[in-house]
């Protein structure tokens, strides 16, 4: 059974957000004194004395707007109210009783959902603030002051959320979901991709560039696995970033790569690998995830030949040549060609981001290795290795004991590294490889 859902909506600028992240517990939401920062579902965890269920903050609505971004952010805000358990709407208690309040109210009722009002910035203690009695006139009858900046009323009101949520399953979270992001710059299809794997709008999806603004979570099961995708904002460069909202947008994403399993790295078939492409796959590759280069939008080059495909993937490989390791693949989100192929390669890069090798079977390698190529010197003393051992995952890590560090020339580091992916393969992932000098051992 899936844990409860409970949606927070409102017209916007209310402070939905900042509730969101009060009851969460982290800044997973934009919070940011401008209307529509918003856009699409965002979901978070929450726990109240003991119970769990999950939190969605949705765009803000504005009834009988004629404007495609507002269309679209209702339209999610509506979706969240479909499936939502019990629903928490917020309003502004400075501004008082709203036109959009009262429509946004009456959508609501319609609902036939558990409704509570969050009367929110009430945030002075005491006694009760007078502007508040008239948002009574909504009709909704459980109506609790609160302050999602210092959290006063949250208490009383998830006491409300108990009461009118069903009992959660208490199963844990499935450690065998995958964790998926798709990165990549502006405008390369991200949510187009996600919109096509879920089979529904469960993001905008516009031309505009920069209508993603928050890392989004999404729930992906079939018969290769479970899976929590996550579509993120398009990275710009820092000299375009020329607001905070924006700034926000590129932590989020940033954010994004560090809590995945595994990075789609989407990049635009008609542009080819970028200047931006390249350190967007670089913070993927710093950051020791599994990655996938994903050329985007191949049902939109023209004059394909023969071995089009081909020259295209070396192109990309000499461009992303610190990713050697990474699978390319070309699809059309678009048009859902090739789109099927992603989740056996997720799976597998997955795998060999997570291995383990043997103490053993290492150095077997390395004997093998320093026999085929012998160690550097220096000034007359050789470098010796005395033996390597796995120290972690994701990335696989290795630890190499030697006589002295100093002598360890880099061009020797991947020379081992290359014949242990030749043995082991560990395609989709990169390998850290930590040097240490061993005691004082003498040369013989």
């Not at 009760?128 to 009695?133: E, H, I, S």
């Not at 890069?349 to 290795?369: E, K, Y």
């Not at 020339?409 to 850290?432: A, D, K, W």
């Amino acid at each position: 059974m899936a844990k409860p859902l409970v949606a927070i909506v409102g017209r916007p600028n209310v402070g939905k957000s900042m509730l969101f992240n009060k009851l969460t517990g982290q800044r997973t939401s934009i919070v940011e004194d401008t209307p529509g920062v918003t856009r699409d579902r965002i979901y978070g965890d929450c726990e109240w004395c003991g119970r769990h269920f999950s939190l969605v903050d949705t765009g803000g609505i504005e009834p009988g707007t004629e404007n495609d971004m507002l269309k679209f952010m209702r339209r999610q805000a509506e979706i969240g109210i479909e499936l939502a358990d019990a629903i928490i709407m917020v309003v502004d208690v400075r501004s008082g009783v709203t036109a959009a309040d009262q429509d946004v109210a009456t959508m609501l009722r319609k609902s036939r959902k558990p409704v509570c009002l969050a009367v929110n910035k009430c945030d002075s203690i005491g006694l009760v603030n007078p502007d508040v009695f008239e948002f009574y006139s909504l009709g909704i009858g459980d109506l609790f002051e609160t302050s999602a900046i210092h959290g006063h009323g949250t208490g009383d009101m998830l006491d409300w959320v108990l009461e009118n949520i069903p009992e959660d399953s208490g199963e844990e979270e499935d450690s065998d979901v995958i964790k998926v992001a798709i990165v990549g710059k502006p405008n390369v299809g991200k949510s187009s991709l996600l919109n096509k794997i879920l089979g529904e709008e469960r993001v905008i999806v516009s031309n505009v560039a920069g209508t993603t603004r928050d890392a989004i979570d999404s729930e992906f099961e079939n018969e290769t696995g479970k899976y929590t995708f996550i579509d993120t904002a398009g990275m710009r460069r820092k000299s375009k970033v020329d607001d905070m909202i924006e700034r926000y947008s590129n932590m989020r994403s940033i954010n994004a790569i560090e809590r995945a399993d595994v990075c789609l790295i989407l990049i635009d078939a008609n542009d080819g690998v970028t200047e931006q492409d390249t350190k967007i796959a670089g913070l993927v590759h710093e950051a020791g995830k599994a990655a996938i280069i994903v050329v985007n939008k191949w049902d939109a080059v023209a004059d394909k030949e023969t071995n089009t495909m081909r020259d295209k993937e070396l192109d990309v490989r000499r461009d992303l040549a610190y990713m050697t390791y990474a699978p390319v693949v070309f699809l059309s989100a678009l048009t859902g060609s090739r789109v099927d192929k992603l989740f056996p390669m997720i799976q597998e890069v997955h795998r060999q981001n997570t291995s383990r090798i043997t103490t053993g079977a290492l150095n077997s390698i390395l004997a093998d290795a320093t026999t085929r190529v012998q160690p550097p010197s220096d000034k007359g003393r050789r470098l010796k290795i005395y033996y390597m051992t796995q120290a972690g995952t994701k990335p696989p890590h290795f630890v190499i004991f030697c006589n002295d560090a100093r002598l360890f020339h880099f061009s020797y580091q991947r020379y081992l590294e290359n014949q242990i992916r030749e043995v082991f393969g560990l395609q989709g992932t990169p390998v850290r490889i930590t040097i240490r000098q061993k005691g004082d051992k003498e040369d013989s």
